[in-house]
């Protein structure tokens, strides 16, 4: 089990960018970490993907505009937001799987989850 903590999240407007953190408490390089998102009534999204081998996947929603990366010295990996348009108001969460290779959005293959972060676009 690894614990997982977000960070970065804040209000923006239209067309601004932010970064998000998620830190770990056990080296990255043994999982797959995946962002995803949530709005309050509707199910959790993946956003973006890296897996140990730094392959990525993104969504279609934000292919260009959002950038997944990882610091396996700091056991951190970040998301980078650009672009960012009120649909993408929600709360952040980044989740890890140890399942080798692993590169899915979806949220059932991932074991251990972060507290989230609240991210808010304004028109």
């Known amino acids: 089990q690894v614990r997982l903590e977000e960070s970065g999240g804040g209000s923006v407007q239209s067309g601004g960018s932010l970064r998000l953190s998620c830190a770990a408490s056990a080296s990255i390089g043994l999982y797959s970490i995946t962002w995803f998102r949530q709005v309050q009534d509707k199910e959790r999204e993946g956003v973006a993907c890296?897996?140990?081998?730094?392959?990525?996947k993104y969504a279609d929603f934000v292919k260009g505009r959002f950038t997944i990366s990882r610091d396996i010295t700091k056991n951190i990996v970040y998301l980078q937001m650009n672009n960012l348009k009120p649909d993408d108001t929600a709360v952040y969460y980044c989740?890890?799987?140890?399942?080798?290779?692993?590169?899915?959005?979806?949220?059932?293959?991932?074991?251990?989850w972060g507290q989230g972060t609240q991210v808010t676009v304004s028109s």
């Open positions: 989740a890890a799987s140890t399942t080798i290779g692993l590169v899915s959005l979806e949220s059932s293959r991932y074991d251990d």
């Open positions: 890296i897996n140990r081998f730094d392959a990525t």
